[in-house]
């Protein structure tokens, strides 16, 4: 019971009195005062007794009172430690809750660019792809190119095969009539005949590379042109005749011969042209 409801209870006690007394006072005139004065004791007996009756009532509700006051503290206490506890859970939740938005966020940015460099990577890969495709469609190109120069290469190695033997049979044809002229022209010097058939080749043309005091010049053909010692080159310079070369040494590239006193026409110089015959 409350405050509030023990002090109308009190009230209420003192209310009744009063009006039992009051309605004594009203009801003496009426009575004996000895019969009075008895039933007053009784009523004041019965008063004590409802007085004490209520006062053992009203400990034991003070008492009641005073433990659901302990109790209701003692679950207030535990209903606010649960509340603070409950807070404190609250509080972390919504922290926890903030931080997994916030990685949420995060994971939603890192997807978007997953997403993007996901479609670049399959732009990118359908390029790979038409280029891959591509290649492979040159790789077949060129294999069947390959194939083809394998098979002309096969047939241009068997081609060179066969003119490498000839070749080296007309090699051979050369050395045997080299041998021969070299004998013959021998033989036709130890006579003191000149060989007729031994000239350089028809339409040759170089050009004198040097000239020295010992009317020594230096030609720009040699063995690989046709030349052979004992042959002789005309030399000039434009539409001017000069004179004769006889060739006394010969190189692959290049040879050295003496010019003729009676044919001199000129002075002859490095860059005069030199040829087999004038035209």
């Known amino acids: 019971m409350t405050f509030l409801g023990r002090v109308f209870t009190i009230v209420i006690l003192v209310c009744s009195v009063a009006f039992f007394v009051a309605a004594l006072l009203a009801n003496a005139s009426h009575m004996n005062y000895k019969d009075k ?18 006062k053992t009532a009203n400990e034991k509700l003070q008492t009641s009172l005073s ?3 302990i109790a209701r503290r003692a679950a207030l206490a535990a209903l606010q430690t649960q509340l603070d506890l409950s807070a404190s859970q609250l509080a972390e939740a919504n922290k926890k809750l ?43 190109a060129v294999r069947i190119a390959v194939i083809k120069l394998t098979d002309e290469l096969n047939s241009l190695k068997s081609i060179e095969s066969d003119l490498i033997a000839q070749v080296k049979q007309l090699q051979d044809s050369s050395t045997m009539f080299e041998a021969l002229s070299e004998t013959r022209g021998s033989a036709l010097k130890s006579v003191g005949l000149t060989d007729v058939d031994d000239v350089p080749p028809a339409d040759l043309r170089g050009e004198v590379l040097a000239v020295n005091s ?65 035209q």
């Open 37 to 54: 004065l008895v039933d007053l004791r009784k009523q004041v007996d019965q008063l004590n007794t409802t007085i004490k009756a209520t």
């Open 67 to 69: 433990q659901e006051q």
């Open 214 to 278: 010992n009317q020594l010049v230096e030609i720009s053909l040699g063995r690989d042109d046709g030349l052979r010692e004992g042959h002789t080159l005309e030399i000039y310079r434009g539409a001017q005749y000069l004179g004769r070369v006889q060739i006394s040494k010969t190189q692959d590239d290049k040879s050295i011969g003496k010019i003729l006193a009676s044919f001199r026409k000129g002075y002859i110089q490095a860059g005069d042209k030199v040829a087999s015959k004038v």
């Open 98 to 140: 903030s931080d997994l938005n916030s990685v949420n966020t995060m994971q939603n940015q890192n997807l978007s660019q997953t997403i993007d460099r996901l479609k670049s990577t399959q732009s990118q890969n359908e390029a790979y792809k038409a280029e891959i495709d591509k290649v492979i469609t040159d790789r077949n």
